[in-house]
């Protein structure tokens, strides 16, 4: 039984897609929050006050949001990072065989 272990260096580019996508579903609501403004007219009259309540709220959750979008970003760029890692240490692995077992078809001359 092996002591290692195996990465499936696919899954992890498909893992770091799918948090780009998270990532842009952040950047929408980021965008359609932008729209919430300190504006007293638009909710009229009788409910004015409620733009300064939600334009308070609205800038703690952008900064939030912001910070979530950041790391998921700084998550998928290490993930494909690693994959690229493990991928060249594949093909290394790869030729160093190759070249053992042509070492080896040439009767051990090395």
Same mark, same amino acid.
Do not use: P
């Given at each position: 039984?092996?002591? @290692?272990?195996?990465? !499936? /260096?696919?899954?992890?580019?498909? %893992? &770091?897609?799918?948090?780009? &996508?998270? =990532? !842009? =579903?952040?950047?929408?609501?980021?965008?359609?929050?932008? %729209? /919430?403004?300190? #504006?007293?007219?638009?909710?009229?009259?009788?409910?004015?006050?409620?733009? $300064?309540?939600?334009? @308070?709220? %609205?800038?703690?959750?952008?900064?939030? /949001?912001?910070?979530?979008?950041?790391?998921?970003?700084?998550? &998928?760029?290490?993930? =494909?990072?690693?994959?690229?890692?493990? !991928?060249?240490?594949? &093909?290394?692995?790869?030729?160093?065989? @190759?070249? /053992? !077992?042509? #070492?080896? $078809?040439?009767? @051990?001359?090395?």
């Amino acid at each position: 039984m092996s002591d @290692g272990y195996t990465v !499936e /260096i696919d899954q992890l580019r498909r %893992h &770091a897609s799918n948090l780009d &996508a998270l =990532r !842009e =579903r952040f950047a929408a609501v980021k965008a359609a929050s932008a %729209h /919430i403004s300190q #504006d007293d007219q638009a909710y009229g009259l009788l409910c004015g006050w409620i733009s $300064g309540v939600l334009e @308070g709220r %609205h800038r703690k959750q952008d900064e939030l /949001i912001a910070y979530v979008e950041e790391n998921l970003g700084l998550a &998928a760029t290490s993930l =494909r990072d690693s994959a690229d890692a493990y !991928e060249e240490l594949d &093909a290394g692995v790869v030729d160093t065989m @190759g070249a /053992i !077992e042509n #070492d080896l $078809g040439e009767g @051990g001359t090395r």
